[in-house]
């Protein structure tokens, strides 16, 4: 019975996320990117068996049920790791993502998207154990074959951007995060257009990482250029009128630490009064927020949440920096 429910679910986590490990399509779809939510949705109930349960003994039954070398089996093992990686279980986070790392390479191939995206997801986990070097050499890995097979403009290549020029910053080598995050920009205006402005988390965080780099390196007139464009980010989401209050008020909540960075700037920069009118923003941002929760909670329960980029696995996000797990 529990092998047949393994196949009847995995059987459908197959059709819906095939893409997700980089083929062109499901049988019977078009190709592209299925919704995110509906591959979480299906992936769900395994998760949260394996999570409960004996790992080890749950993996051998997907094995068994469906074969050793079937590609739903890595893609299950890595949201486990994902989740793992989320509770703070970073050691068994990492030796679960090696193992997948293995057999997507034996399934897909070393440069695979699908046997990228583990990488990526391992060397978040060797970042959140401190093991900074190692993480990096493998954002690096990751990137130079992102960039020489999806090419310069694909998402998971402008991830892997993100991803290195955070892992440069906490390393201290902030003239080449510099770079990587202003090749980031760059290429987002382009594919955008010029007179695009911020309107995601993704895209308001990397501007304000990159304000972060420039007021390290005590270029406080560039921090200040880039907090400003976060912030206009976060302001113009926030008042558009086809955003639901329930998701503005959570936009809200998540800037904190973009609110700081402009106020921060701007005081080390002697402007008082723009500090205390960022100030005044973010307290009316705020106020709204709450008076945006206590008006859904009296009307319906708030859904809950993944962290991070929706178009990936659930991210792993700080208030001021944002990476993904793709």
Sequence with gaps: ?????????????????????????????????????????????????AMSSGRQEFFDSLRDGLGA???????????????????????EAKELFERVIESGERIWGKD????????????????????????????????????????????DTLTSMNNLALTLHKLGELARARQLYEELIAIRENLAGPDHRPNTYEEAVIFNNLAIVHKDAENLKGARVFSFRALSGIEGQTQRADVSEGVKSRFRA?????????????????RQEEAFSITERYRAQSLLSLLSDEDLASQTEIPATSKGNARKSPAVTTPSTARSTA
Aim: glycine share 8%; with cysteine.
């Design 112 to 155: 695979h998207p699908g046997t990228l995206r583990l990488m990526n997801n391992l060397a978040q986990t060797l970042e959140a154990q401190g093991d900074l070097a190692a993480a990096r050499e493998l954002n690096d890995h990751v990137l130079a074959v992102r960039r020489r097979v999806l090419g310069e403009e694909h998402p």
């Design 254 to 270: 998540q800037y904190s630490g973009i609110y700081q960075v402009a106020i921060a700037t701007s005081l080390a920069l002697k």
């Design 1 to 49: 019975m529990w092998n047949l429910r393994i196949l009847v679910v995995a059987f459908g986590i197959l059709l819906s996320c095939w893409a997700v490990v980089g083929q062109e399509g499901a049988p019977g779809q078009e190709s592209g990117e299925p919704d995110p939510e509906t591959i979480q949705m299906l992936l769900e109930p395994l998760v949260e068996q």
């Design 69 to 91: 070398e079937h590609p739903v089996v890595p893609v299950v093992m890595a949201q486990v790791g994902v989740r793992l990686l989320q509770q703070g279980a970073y050691a």
